[in-house]
């Protein structure tokens, strides 16, 4: 079974779903990629993958092309230094967040959409300081004091275990995101295919 799906979903839920998958399907060879939204989007449309995993939004031609289901809620939080000025704030607008530099993730990705959006709307530049790829990257670069991110909250609480970053409610409407999977169609699906849709459909129902 061929998946793409957005570092989002890898990194705080596909984990323990894949596992729990393939122990119970031992036969069955599940190949992953990480891929951003609209690529993911674009891979299973032309029919690079079987199964896609993203943020919902808008996707063109592509997205006419999809059957989203519902999959998991995720939320948007601001991530920052230990001694910073927003460190014991437990809520935060966007407003104020662009106040100092921020830490990015790459250009095309979901939330570097969604902070250029709320920048616009807010009437305010992005201060990219940096863009990196990987949310590793992102808290390790906060952690040393260059500048406040924004992440998905499950992700974040792995880093501020180990590193020097503190995790505050991003205040606004769209730090409330949606995941989907998507599939061509369901009666196309290869069975095996079908199969692990069911599995991750069943362990959204039961979270």
Do not use: K
């Amino acid at each position: 079974v061929r998946v793409a799906a957005n570092i989002s979903a890898i990194t705080q839920f596909l984990p323990a779903e894949l596992h729990g998958f393939m122990t119970r399907h031992p036969l069955i060879d599940v190949r992953l990629q990480e891929q951003i939204s609209s690529a993911v989007a674009r891979s299973v449309a032309e029919n690079a993958a079987d199964v896609g995993v993203l943020s919902e939004s808008h996707f063109g031609e592509h997205g006419m092309r999809l059957t989203l289901l519902p999959y998991r809620q995720d939320e948007l939080v601001l991530v920052v230094p230990g001694g910073h000025a927003l460190a014991r704030r437990r809520s935060v607008r966007l407003a104020e967040a662009l106040d100092h530099d921020l830490i990015g993730m790459h250009p095309g990705s979901a939330i570097h959409q969604l902070l250029q959006r709320g920048a616009a709307e807010a009437g305010r530049p992005l201060r990219l300081r940096m863009q990196v790829t990987g949310y590793d990257a992102l808290c390790l670069m906060v952690s040393a004091g260059l500048g406040v991110g924004v992440m998905p909250r499950v992700s974040a609480r792995l880093y501020v275990r180990e590193l020097d970053v503190r995790v505050a409610t991003l205040d606004e409407p769209w730090a409330a995101r949606r995941l989907a999977l998507c599939v061509r169609s369901m009666e196309a699906l290869p069975a095996v295919a079908r199969q692990l849709v069911q599995h991750l459909q069943a362990s959204t129902a039961d979270s």
